[in-house]
């Protein structure tokens, strides 16, 4: 597998705006058959207080991740996170939906700029 990587980045909000909760923040398609082995999460500009931020990545409505992504206060990366994300669901089909949802973030801090990266091998 280490011939045919996979890496995927997508934006999920624009750089300054602050975020908010929903479901399907972003959409989009899946474009080869992958088997994830990594999921990350990160923000332009971190949250200083509040409830950490949690993230779901849905194919086809259902939730990929057994314990989802998350961003704790005053970091800008999941790879730091206190609870790492589990992928309970690796593989993906090209053409799958994937979905992601922004469970909880502190609507009163400025958090901005979330990025998804998805990080596999093409099957």
Same mark, same amino acid.
């Given at each position: 597998w280490v011939n045919n990587p996979f890496e995927l980045v997508i934006a999920c909000s624009d750089q300054t705006s602050a975020l908010t909760t929903g479901t399907a923040k972003e959409t989009f398609r899946v474009p080869v058959n992958v088997t994830l082995t990594e999921v990350r999460a990160s923000l332009t500009t971190a949250q200083a207080a509040g409830l950490e931020i949690s993230i779901d990545i849905r194919r086809f409505g259902t939730s990929i991740l057994s314990t989802k992504l998350s961003i704790d206060n005053t970091e800008r990366t999941s790879l730091s996170a206190a609870t790492p994300a589990v992928i #309970?669901?690796?593989? *993906? #089909?090209?053409?799958?939906?994937? #979905?992601?949802?922004? *469970? @909880?973030?502190?609507?009163? @801090?400025t958090a901005a700029g979330l990025k998804i990266t998805l990080i596999g091998y093409r099957t």
């Open positions: #309970s669901n690796p593989v *993906l #089909s090209s053409d799958d939906e994937i #979905s992601i949802d922004i *469970l @909880t973030v502190d609507d009163a @801090t």
